[in-house]
């Protein structure tokens, strides 16, 4: 038999065999196993929590802002693949481009060539920052921060960055070196030797400043954990602090960009800010193809591939690859025609204003923050003495215990799924899809306006769980 016999059918037939694959047989045949199949192969912990929380929900399907189980009941996203959905799921415009890219006989990831797919997308995320002028791709968001790490120490010759506490830029080493939360950084030490600073602590940035080693600073616009964003007037007195002591700004805008805060980027907001470093990635992908970028100044990029000797000094093996070009240029030109930026400063603020119309309502609610449709809530110690007992009961047990009770029954209950925006924080992130208007705004608002009440009422199944939550976080101990 030939080598190419034995490998079958050279023609274009191949999967016409018997023991051709059918994805849609193996998932009807063992879709039902799901969650077992993750306890005993993946993280064993993941279907354990979910069940606990009673988040181990069986979805068939998704479109748009939406789930559907299989009795036909639909859920409202809002958490968006943590932002990953900023089109929402299944967009037609990016299902189109990829089967287009899929049927195209393209000579994809030849290494030694130059395809059109990556400079056109680079051509058209460069649009939106004119101060920049290259882009390297990767395929997510901790790449796209370690890229831009890479990149100013390169360019600096200095070793540290500093960084914001409570900060998340990613989980790979170099990433996490950055990462301002703990629990996170726990066990894995020895990590990179970076420095934290308290956001908005300009004081503190100048004294690191002043030591001389320092490549850069890493922000992001508005810290995903918490929604808290910098204070007005410090990314641009950074900056200026900066260039005076030849260190770099990098955004982190992975999370916060692309139209997410009604700006392209987050840190368009405050005037005359221009990074010379940007991470961009989640939404990038239309929700298919995973692909990250960093993008920056042509001095950085020249001075890390400075000759022909260093032209694969820094690179990705599945970067630039057509699948994910054509799904980020199929994702700003959705972002385009249907204005999804000024749909999230529009809908975001509508969705924003009625929830802060809440605050004086119910003592439990302490906060409404953010930009765009990306949205903190914020729960406090209340004043009466019955819903003050409660409370510290579930403090004294776990910070955060709250929050995680109003998430649940927004899911069970009302079928809006959402998340507590990081561990020990009584604060409830919102990132829906950029898509949503005004009657996932009115489902939203109903449905917590109800568990609000709940809560405030002493009793029903928001305590019941409490109690529940309190057992478990005391047996953890």
Known sequence: MTSAESFGPLDGAAGTGAKGFDLGALLAERGAERYALHARHLNHQLPRMLRTIGFDKVYERAEGAYFWDSEGNDYL???AGFGVMGLGRHHPVVRKALHDVLDAPLADLVRFDCQPLPGLLAERLLAHVPHLDRVFFGNTGAEAVETALKFARYATGRPRIIYCAHAF?????????????????????????DTAIEMGDLGALERELRRGDVAALIVEPIQGKGVTATPPGFLLAAQELLRRHKALLIADEVQTGLGRTGDFFAYQHEEGVEPDLVCVAKALS????????TLGKDWIFKKVY???????????????????????LATLAVMEDEQLTANARHTGELLR????GLVDRYELLRDVRGRG?????????????????RWTMLQAARKGLFAQMVVVPLLQRHRILTQVSGD??????????????????????RAFTEVMDDAHNGGGLIWDFGRTLVKQAVAVR
């Open 353 to 356: 204003s009625r929830l802060a």
């Open 77 to 79: 996203d809002m958490l």
């Open 306 to 328: 400075s000759s022909m000797d260093r032209v694969l000094v820094h690179s990705a093996s599945f970067g630039s690859n057509a699948q994910a070009m054509a799904a980020g």
């Open 286 to 293: 239309g929700g298919y193809v995973p692909v990250g970028a």
């Open 424 to 445: 020990h924080l009584e604060v409830i992130k919102l990132i829906p899809p950029l898509i949503i208007g005004e009657r996932e705004v009115d489902r939203f608002v």
């Open 169 to 193: 830029h990613g989980l790979t080493t170099g990433s996490l070196s950055v990462n301002g939360e703990d629990v996170f950084r726990e066990g894995f030490a020895p990590l990179l030797p």
């Open 373 to 389: 449709l990306m949205i903190g809530i914020e729960f406090g110690k209340p004043k009466s003495l019955a819903l003050r007992s």
